[in-house]
């Protein structure tokens, strides 16, 4: 079955290191997301993609890297410039224009030790 | 900057009542509307979406939600609760063909149901 895969669902942390999220998709989508999720502030753009070799930043993207090498692959990486990267981190893919909406991944559960 | 508001961030209804939440986006001109759904620990899902089609539109597991342009509302309803709909509920809003490729989120309403 076509999907967002998203590993791995826990990851725990340590201060001071850099951290990977990984994300890939079989969908054949060309557009692909990072959202960060805290309680009680919904889902908060990190960056986008909308085509290989190319992204954009999008609301919170101060601490984050990505990169878009294949179609299929958005990885995340958590630098330790994040102050404050323990949350749930959920990737998106959307098919041609915006109205389809998206299809989400399952998370990632970050949390700093 | 398009943005939507969702008010109550919690809502607690019986098994058997209506399901009510409200959602208000700011836009001048009609936007795409979803509404997703999303289980504790899960990804969102998406439940319906306004494309300016049909103002009343139908989606999963029994939800509905109704495109009034005069109150800039997409609220989402369902004519009976069920214990199953317990979850977070997303109101999310994107420009119109053409327009912008993002989704802006509100933040969200937990449903809790009763029994």
């Known amino acids: 079955d076509g999907g967002i895969t998203q590993s791995p669902k826990y990851l725990f942390r340590k201060e001071g290191q850099n951290v990977t999220l990984s994300c890939e998709q079989n969908l054949n989508h060309d557009a692909m997301y990072w959202y960060r999720q805290d309680p009680g502030q919904g889902l908060r753009l990190i960056y986008y993609s909308q085509i290989v070799n190319d992204f954009q930043k999008g609301d919170i993207a101060e601490g984050y890297s990505v990169s878009r090498e294949k179609k299929e692959s958005f990885p995340l990486t958590v630098t330790s410039a994040q102050k404050n990267p323990t949350a749930f981190y959920l990737c998106?893919?959307?098919?041609?224009?915006?109205?389809?909406?998206?299809?989400f991944g399952s998370g990632t559960r970050l949390t700093v030790v | 900057a398009q943005s939507v508001t969702q008010l109550g961030s919690h809502v607690s209804v019986s098994e058997g009542a209506l399901v009510l939440l409200r959602c208000n986006y700011s836009s001048s001109v009609p936007p795409y509307l979803f509404w997703y759904v999303q289980y504790p620990n899960q990804g969102l899902q998406l439940l319906l979406k306004?494309?300016?089609?049909?103002?009343l539109v139908k989606g999963i597991n029994g939800f509905e939600a109704e495109f009034k342009k005069s109150e800039t509302s997409f609220h989402l309803t369902k004519p009976s609760a069920h214990m199953s709909d317990a979850a977070e509920y997303f109101c999310?809003?994107?420009?119109?063909?053409?327009?912008?490729?993002?989704?802006?989120f509100g933040k969200g309403t937990k449903l809790t149901v009763n029994p």
């Open positions: 999310a809003v994107s420009g119109p063909q053409g327009g912008s490729e993002k989704l802006v």
């Open positions: 306004y494309t300016s089609a049909a103002t």
């Open positions: 998106a893919s959307r098919m041609g224009e915006v109205g389809y909406g998206y299809t």
